[in-house]
């Protein structure tokens, strides 16, 4: 499609100015922020010709003005004898000026280029989306247990990327600080003090960050470096007035302790700060998962096969689908080229001035709801959406032979930076019996995956449970039963979408329910078949 045409659609999605459009959680919004920057530099070069025609034009009102004052000082009285020249000067300076002079004086041109600017500034990214980076960043460096150092010389997951100056470590740091993630905030501030060059060591600098850098420590507990640091910030300022009170506080604190404050403490290896949720079991084998660690190993993977399947369905039995058992109990495949190019981009195309946060179901309150542990935009589309979509839907019917008429809408998802859903459920549980209530079709009897991008580094769908690891693979669709056919849950379907590390995520979903199925996939007595 022509850059134009994306222009149009992103800056649909994000045009009316009252309406929260955060970029950081989608890659498609995010990159509305490049053209944004075309457009102001575009803006700036209009802006600097036009200063330079209002100066060409001031310079010569400078001149006329010096040649006329010469020319009547030479003689006041003589020259403004004459009523004419009065008048011609009195007029010079009230009609002329505001006529010629002002608008070159005047804010005119600023107001103009600030309302150009502003106008821009819709596809610009907000406070909210700096911090919500951060944070997605310091997510990716846990996950995928990256060095701090590494990533600020410029590799990330080994990927090349930009490198990091003092002043980009330090204000990491400052934002994980207002976030109360003292863990990070010593990271990226001991960074920037290991990369404090001549240019950037001023004693200022120093300080600001030993500041920082000590009551970071103190937060987490290491209240003997915390003292070290803030010794040192009072050699360079010793008038620091609360580094002063803190010394005083941390010393009374090791004396309390049974500790000698005199002694210097080293720089501690710190735990990182994490909830009991994410010191579990599950979300240890959720982030090893990720990172590609084998973490059990997949039974029966010796009986797993490839195979052509057309289930009898006119639409495969000239192009059957391509299945690639990945497990077999519970049964999770994948099926290879099941959507082209085309369908890709007109899904991407209907979407994308169509996304939104992507929200989940609150279990207590049955409201939809934004949730750290899920990052990314997601928009709906319809089967009378346009054809792409209805052939889709068909297509998933075939090769699932499920009925698609009471499955939910097409979910496509748009990962952002450092975008994840951890791990969830696609089901309701048996104490969530009001959870799919309004749709009147029942459970979600199983999920269909479309894959709709390659990811360069992360992104992957895993399942801890399991030990299974998904890839990303453009076209390609994952598939699984989320419950057995006595209508419980398969709970070891329980399963989470990586950070994406680099690159851009696509998917969509199709959940199909349990209504329409009853001779396609009847149930059973046996409660675990």
């Given at each position: 499609?022509p850059?134009?045409?994306?222009k149009?659609?992103?800056i649909?999605?994000?045009?009316?100015?009252?309406?929260?459009?955060?970029?950081?959680?989608?890659?498609?919004h995010?990159?509305?922020?490049?053209?944004?920057?075309?457009?102001?530099?575009?803006?700036?070069?209009?802006?600097?010709?036009?200063?330079?025609e209002?100066?060409?034009?001031?310079?010569?009102l400078?001149?006329?003005?010096?040649?006329?004052?010469q020319?009547?000082?030479?003689d006041?009285?003589?020259?403004l004898g004459?009523?004419?020249?009065a008048?011609?000067?009195?007029k010079?300076?009230?009609?002329?000026?505001?006529?010629?002079?002002?608008?070159?004086?005047?804010?005119?041109s600023?107001?103009?280029?600030?309302?150009?600017?502003?106008?821009?500034?819709?596809?610009l990214?907000?406070?909210?989306?700096?911090?919500?980076?951060a944070?997605?960043?310091?997510?990716?460096?846990d996950?995928?247990?990256?060095?701090?150092?590494?990533?600020?010389?410029?590799?990330?997951?080994?990927?090349?990327?930009?490198?990091?100056t003092?002043?980009?470590?330090?204000?990491?740091?400052?934002?994980?600080?207002?976030?109360e993630?003292?863990?990070?905030?010593?990271?990226?501030?001991?960074?920037?003090?290991n990369?404090?060059g001549?240019?950037?060591?001023?004693?200022?600098?120093?300080?600001?960050?030993?500041?920082?850098?000590?009551?970071?420590?103190?937060?987490?507990?290491?209240?003997?470096?915390?003292?070290t640091?803030?010794?040192?910030?009072?050699?360079?300022?010793?008038?620091?007035?609360?580094?002063f009170?803190?010394?005083?506080?941390?010393?009374?604190?090791?004396?309390k302790?049974?500790e000698?404050?005199?002694?210097?403490?080293e720089r501690?290896?710190m735990q990182r700060?994490a909830?009991?949720?994410q010191?579990s079991?599950?979300?240890?084998?959720?982030?090893?998962?990720?990172?590609?660690?084998?973490?059990?190993?997949?039974?029966?993977?010796?009986?797993l096969?490839?195979?052509?399947?057309?289930?009898?369905?006119?639409?495969?039995?000239?192009?059957?689908?391509k299945?690639?058992?990945?497990?077999?109990?519970?049964?999770?495949?994948?099926?290879?080229?099941?959507?082209?190019?085309?369908?890709?981009?007109?899904?991407?195309?209907?979407?994308?001035?169509?996304?939104?946060?992507?929200?989940?179901?609150?279990?207590?309150t049955?409201i939809?709801?934004?949730a750290?542990?899920r990052?990314?935009?997601?928009?709906?589309?319809?089967?009378?959406?346009?054809p792409?979509?209805?052939k889709?839907?068909?297509?998933?019917?075939?090769?699932?032979?499920l009925?698609?008429?009471?499955?939910?809408?097409?979910?496509?998802?748009?990962?952002?930076m450092?975008?994840?859903?951890?791990?969830?459920?696609?089901?309701?549980k048996e104490?969530?019996k009001?959870?799919f209530?309004?749709l009147?079709t029942?459970?979600?009897?199983?999920?269909?995956l479309?894959?709709?991008?390659d990811?360069?580094?992360?992104?992957?769908?895993?399942?801890?449970r399991?030990?299974?690891?998904?890839y990303?693979?453009?076209?390609?669709s994952?598939?699984?039963?989320?419950?057995?056919?006595?209508?419980?849950?398969?709970?070891?379907?329980?399963?989470?979408?990586?950070?994406v590390?680099v690159?851009?995520?696509?998917?969509?979903?199709?959940?199909?329910?349990?209504?329409?199925?009853?001779?396609?996939?009847?149930?059973?007595?046996?409660?675990?078949?």
């Amino acid at each position: 499609m022509p850059e134009s045409f994306w222009k149009l659609v992103l800056i649909v999605a994000c045009v009316a100015p009252v309406m929260e459009c955060e970029v950081f959680t989608s890659m498609a919004h995010l990159e509305a922020t490049l053209y944004a920057e075309r457009d102001i530099a575009s803006t700036l070069r209009r802006h600097v010709q036009r200063e330079r025609e209002r100066l060409n034009k001031l310079e010569q009102l400078a001149d006329d003005y010096a040649q006329h004052s010469q020319k009547a000082l030479a003689d006041p009285s003589y020259y403004l004898g004459n009523p004419v020249n009065a008048f011609l000067l009195i007029k010079r300076f009230t009609l002329d000026w505001n006529k010629n002079v002002s608008p070159m004086l005047g804010n005119d041109s600023w107001q103009e280029l600030n309302t150009e600017l502003q106008y821009i500034r819709q596809d610009l990214p907000t406070t909210e989306d700096l911090t919500g980076a951060a944070v997605a960043l310091m997510r990716l460096q846990d996950t995928y247990n990256l060095d701090t150092s590494t990533i600020a010389h410029g590799s990330i997951g080994g990927v090349l990327s930009s490198k990091l100056t003092v002043e980009d470590c330090f204000q990491l740091g400052r934002l994980t600080y207002n976030e109360e993630d003292f863990y990070h905030t010593t990271l990226w501030m001991e960074e920037a003090m290991n990369r404090l060059g001549d240019k950037d060591a001023t004693p200022a600098k120093r300080v600001e960050l030993l500041d920082y850098l000590a009551f970071s420590y103190f937060k987490q507990g290491y209240i003997k470096r915390a003292l070290t640091l803030t010794n040192e910030l009072l050699e360079l300022d010793p008038d620091h007035e609360r580094a002063f009170n803190n010394k005083r506080y941390y010393e009374d604190t090791l004396v309390k302790q049974g500790e000698n404050p005199a002694e210097r403490a080293e720089r501690p290896a710190m735990q990182r700060q994490a909830d009991d949720y994410q010191q579990s079991s599950e979300f240890l084998t959720y982030e090893a998962l990720c990172r590609g660690e084998r973490t059990q190993k997949i039974s029966n993977a010796h009986r797993l096969k490839c195979q052509y399947v057309h289930n009898n369905h006119p639409w495969l039995l000239l192009q059957p689908a391509k299945e690639e058992e990945m497990h077999l109990d519970p049964w999770i495949v994948m099926y290879h080229d099941v959507l082209s190019d085309r369908n890709i981009r007109d899904i991407q195309m209907l979407a994308t001035p169509r996304l939104n946060r992507a929200t989940v179901q609150n279990p207590e309150t049955g409201i939809l709801e934004t949730a750290t542990y899920r990052i990314s935009k997601s928009a709906w589309l319809k089967g009378t959406d346009h054809p792409t979509i209805a052939k889709v839907n068909q297509k998933i019917e075939a090769i699932t032979g499920l009925n698609m008429d009471t499955a939910e809408e097409l979910q496509v998802a748009n990962y952002g930076m450092g975008g994840h859903y951890e791990p969830h459920y696609d089901f309701a549980k048996e104490d969530e019996k009001d959870a799919f209530e309004s749709l009147g079709t029942g459970n979600r009897i199983a999920t269909f995956l479309n894959y709709m991008s390659d990811v360069e580094a992360g992104g992957a769908t895993v399942f801890p449970r399991l030990g299974l690891t998904l890839y990303p693979k453009k076209g390609a669709s994952a598939f699984w039963y989320n419950l057995y056919k006595s209508g419980n849950g398969i709970y070891r379907t329980r399963h989470a979408a990586c950070p994406v590390l680099v690159g851009v995520k696509w998917v969509s979903n199709k959940w199909i329910h349990e209504r329409g199925q009853e001779f396609r996939h009847p149930c059973s007595l046996r409660r675990d078949e």
